[in-house]
């Protein structure tokens, strides 16, 4: 088979990288100090739970981290025009440990929203709850260092594939998790509308704690709304990288022996071999 024609790049498309790599550079740079006063703000506050404060300075430290990370890559990637950061592979796998962590900590979140409902009656007063917090700090992080280990390490054959596989799994989590924050916060609403008649008026500690539920719903839907759309985002390039693979091996079609018409072709064929099967099945009975 003959070879593709590769064109060298324009000036106007060099331009455009490097301005998209300034643009991120800045972004990122000006991310820093933000995360930084967003951790020490959360770190100094005494007006939410424990649980939630320990929540929210494990992810303020990992958003820290994963930003802090990216600037460095996006530095030297401004620096030398490499898009690849292959040469810092322990760079690499900080920055997704950074990513992992910090989305794996609104699951947490959602736990103990959980908890401060089903014991809204004792879950202010009781403000230390040290256990939750002993069992899933640990729990987080070794799950988000298998996941960057396991994503750093993986062939390019598989990537496209795991990364859909990965989108579909976000997008149901996802959803499943607004559907409960939005079923707590009508839960809380309903209960302190009641609250006058079943527990009383002037059980200040249960009053507040409903409260503190539905204003804390109310804040986190829009996010976790926000969050199942941007795991979407990934799937489009996935699925244009499964399209430029041959479905059997899983290997790369757009290279220096093989044309992307190939590609048709094999999956004419695939096309083809699902009704053969269920024919000769059908024959076969």
């Not at 404060?53 to 981290?65: C, E």
């Not at 089903?118 to 700090?137: P, S």
Request: aromatic share 10%; glycine share 4%.
């Amino acid at each position: 088979m003959t070879s593709l024609n590769t064109t060298a790049p324009t000036n106007f498309e060099l331009f455009l990288l490097s301005f998209g790599s300034a643009i991120e550079l800045i972004t990122t740079f000006v991310g820093i100090p933000l995360s930084i006063a967003n951790l020490v703000l959360v770190a100094r506050t005494s007006v939410i739970h424990p649980n939630m404060k320990a929540i929210l300075i494990f992810q303020s430290f990992f958003i820290l981290l994963r930003g802090s990370c990216r600037f460095v890559i996006c530095l030297f990637t401004f620096i030398s025009g490499d898009e690849s950061v292959q040469f810092f592979p322990a760079l690499r796998k900080t920055y997704l440990i950074g990513i992992y962590t910090r989305n794996f900590v609104l699951h947490v979140l959602v736990v103990e929203r959980i908890l401060a409902t089903l014991f809204v009656r004792t879950y202010e007063k009781q403000r230390g709850h040290l256990l939750f917090t002993i069992v899933w700090t640990p729990f987080a992080l070794i799950i988000s260092i298998y996941i960057a280990f396991s994503t750093s390490s993986q062939s390019d054959d598989n990537q496209p594939i795991t990364n859909l596989i990965t989108t579909a799994v976000q997008l149901v989590i996802g959803s499943t998790e607004l559907g409960i924050f939005y079923q707590l916060c009508r839960y809380n609403s309903k209960l302190y509308q009641k609250m006058f008649q079943t527990i009383g008026s002037n059980n200040l500690s249960i009053r507040y704690q409903l409260s503190e539920n539905i204003r804390v719903g109310k804040q986190l839907i829009p996010p976790l709304s926000l969050i199942s759309i941007s795991n979407t985002a990934p799937s489009s390039s996935a699925v244009n990288g499964i399209a430029q693979r041959n479905l059997i091996s899983g290997k790369a079609l757009i290279d220096n022996q093989t044309q992307p018409e190939d590609h048709f072709v094999m999956l004419k064929e695939a096309w083809e071999k699902g009704p053969m099967k269920c024919k000769n099945a059908i024959s076969q009975k």
